[in-house]
């Protein structure tokens, strides 16, 4: 299936439904699409979203030359370690994106995407400060807050993220990927209803995109609706990505162990007040 389908699946639930929002939630930092821009940079023929992964690695290694040829300039640099990203190669990714960070300490776009590099290589609290630098106060960016809200989750930090996701909501009221992540924030602690409420409401704003709908599809399943998650799974996607997505989610959901676990934490009382156990 497409590589930024399938991240968008493994990355929420195979890793116990909880490595789940930073591929999502931090896209945001550049672009809602998180699409590559062009310019200096090879130019790429359809979206970096709706690349299958031979796609991805022919684009990979073409930006690769380009950063090879000037590793200070920041559009090749980011796009670059997006598209590492999007490979699997997060340990390759950060140290593109600490060289680019080096060059140009001051731009808040490199910055932003130096702390996605460092989230999705696990360094939580160096992406959090990362991204804290990249924000200026008197003009907060709201995909930088979200983005804040991903990480916290991923941190155990379920009460701090979902503020940081509200924060982001009063200056970007009903943005399609924040309340997505405010969905995905209540699956990490199983309360499957909630998180279903959200990614109803984010699914249906009219700039949402396809893994928003595919968030709510995984949800969907979870609960065990599993016609309706593949409804939801086959709109606006071309067959074969839709049959690949179908497929990827049964295989999910075949693991009971995993869904039926957070099922069983729907059912606890006060688990749908997201409270923090750490």
């Known amino acids: 299936?497409?590589?930024?389908?399938?991240?968008?699946?493994?990355?929420?639930?195979?890793?116990?439904?909880?490595?789940?929002?930073?591929?999502?939630?931090?896209?945001?930092?550049?672009?809602?699409?998180?699409?590559?821009?062009?310019?200096?940079?090879?130019?790429?023929?359809?979206?970096?979203?709706?690349?299958?992964?031979?796609?991805?690695?022919?684009?990979?290694?073409?930006?690769?030359?380009?950063?090879?040829?000037?590793?200070?300039?920041?559009?090749?640099?980011?796009?670059?370690?997006?598209?590492?990203?999007?490979?699997?190669?997060?340990?390759?990714?950060?140290?593109?994106?600490?060289?680019?960070?080096?060059?140009?300490?001051?731009?808040?776009?490199?910055?932003?995407?130096?702390?996605?590099?460092?989230?999705?290589?696990?360094?939580?609290?160096?992406?959090?400060?990362?991204?804290?630098?990249?924000?200026?106060?008197?003009?907060?960016?709201?995909?930088?807050?979200?983005?804040q809200g991903a990480i916290l989750d991923q941190m155990g930090r379920a009460n701090d993220a979902r503020q940081r996701y509200r924060d982001a909501l009063d200056i970007q009221p009903n943005e399609p990927s924040i309340l997505s992540n405010l969905g995905m924030s209540y699956v990490l602690t199983g309360d499957l209803r909630t998180a279903e409420t959200y990614l109803r409401s984010a699914a249906g704003q009219p700039t949402a995109d396809s893994r928003v709908r595919q968030n709510l599809a995984l949800v969907v399943g979870l609960q065990g609706r599993f016609p309706e998650a593949e409804q939801i799974a086959r709109r606006e996607l071309s067959p074969q990505q839709a049959d690949a997505n179908v497929a990827y989610l049964r295989g999910m959901l075949s693991q009971q162990n995993s869904w039926q676990k957070l099922a069983a934490k729907d059912k606890t009382p006060g688990a749908a007040d997201g409270s923090n156990t750490n």
């Open 1 to 147: 299936m497409p590589a930024s389908l399938t991240t968008t699946f493994t990355n929420r639930i195979l890793q116990g439904a909880a490595a789940s929002l930073i591929v999502f939630a931090l896209a945001g930092c550049s672009t809602t699409k998180d699409r590559m821009t062009t310019g200096s940079v090879p130019k790429l023929t359809k979206p970096v979203e709706e690349m299958d992964a031979t796609e991805l690695r022919s684009a990979t290694d073409r930006l690769g030359q380009a950063y090879e040829k000037n590793p200070r300039d920041p559009v090749t640099g980011v796009n670059y370690a997006n598209l590492l990203r999007m490979n699997g190669r997060d340990t390759q990714a950060l140290a593109v994106m600490q060289q680019v960070a080096i060059a140009n300490p001051g731009d808040r776009n490199v910055l932003a995407a130096y702390g996605k590099a460092q989230a999705a290589a696990g360094q939580f609290q160096q992406a959090l400060d990362t991204i804290g630098r990249a924000q200026t106060p008197d003009r907060p960016d709201w995909k930088l807050i979200s983005a």
